[in-house]
């Protein structure tokens, strides 16, 4: 039973394009979202959040926006740089801090 | 400010074997957490320990235990290995607050075989 799902394995854009990386929840209880990217051989690291009274929140380069109703978020990256290739995740949470649930990630290359 | 470190960094154990992995988490952070990524998957929660109790815990079998120290480092020891335990296992920490939680920070994992 996947409650959250990334349903595109991987993505190549151009840099200074944007990236756009969408992500999909089954689960009405969750209230927090999160994306993390992970290099190779590293831990994820927290890249930005936002809680379900929210529909967009920006940091820099960075925004992630929520439709409720579509149970449906995406990540926004502008402008890509080739530092930004990696694996992202979607995950979601029930409460901030409590257990996370992962999709399976997206390979994001971004070619200079 | 070290963040959240992990030992060891790879590990290779034989079926039926008994591991225990460790966590030390980032500095100020009181609460830890432990997932298990498979291959092109995403991590799977396994247990969160809070003030030296398992706070929740995720759909392993009971193979899989942990503990808290007074120090907030934490163990996950798992029994009777299996071929389907080869992972990365990544211990995340974080802080519980009055007015709410922080996100969670990774560290960079044990590689896990067993043969």
């Known amino acids: 039973d996947q409650q959250v799902k990334q349903n595109s394995p991987s993505l190549s854009v151009q840099e200074g394009r944007i990236s756009i990386l969408n992500c999909d929840y089954t689960?009405?209880?969750?209230?927090?979202f999160l994306w993390y990217k992970k290099y190779p051989a590293e831990g994820p690291t927290f890249l930005i959040s936002?809680?379900?009274?929210?529909d967009k929140n920006e940091d820099g380069r960075f925004t992630v926006f929520l439709n409720k109703s579509a149970k449906h978020l995406s990540l926004h990256i502008v402008p890509s740089q080739p530092g930004d290739s990696a694996v992202y995740f979607c995950?979601?949470?029930?409460?901030?801090?409590?257990?996370?649930?992962f999709g399976a990630g997206t390979i994001l290359r971004v070619k200079s | 400010d070290a963040g959240v470190t992990q030992s060891p960094t790879h590990l290779i154990k034989t079926r039926g074997q008994q591991v225990t992995l460790r966590c030390s988490p980032k500095?100020?952070?009181?609460?830890v957490s432990w997932y298990q990524q498979a291959l092109g998957q995403g991590p799977q929660f396994i247990f969160q320990?809070?003030?030296?109790?398992?706070?929740q815990r995720g759909n392993f079998p009971d193979r899989f235990s942990g503990h808290q120290f007074p120090n907030y480092s934490s163990e996950l020891n798992v029994n009777a290995l299996l071929l389907g335990d080869s992972a990365l296992y990544l211990c995340?920490?974080?802080?519980?607050?009055?007015?709410?939680?922080?996100?969670?920070?990774f560290g960079n994992g044990t590689r896990l075989t067993v043969t």
């Open positions: 936002i809680s379900s009274i929210k």
């Open positions: 320990y809070y003030e030296e109790e398992e706070r």
């Open positions: 689960n009405s209880m969750f209230d927090y």
């Open positions: 995950a979601a949470s029930h409460h901030l801090g409590n257990k996370l649930v």
């Open positions: 500095s100020g952070h009181d609460t």
């Open positions: 995340a920490s974080s802080l519980t607050g009055m007015l709410g939680n922080s996100p969670l920070h």
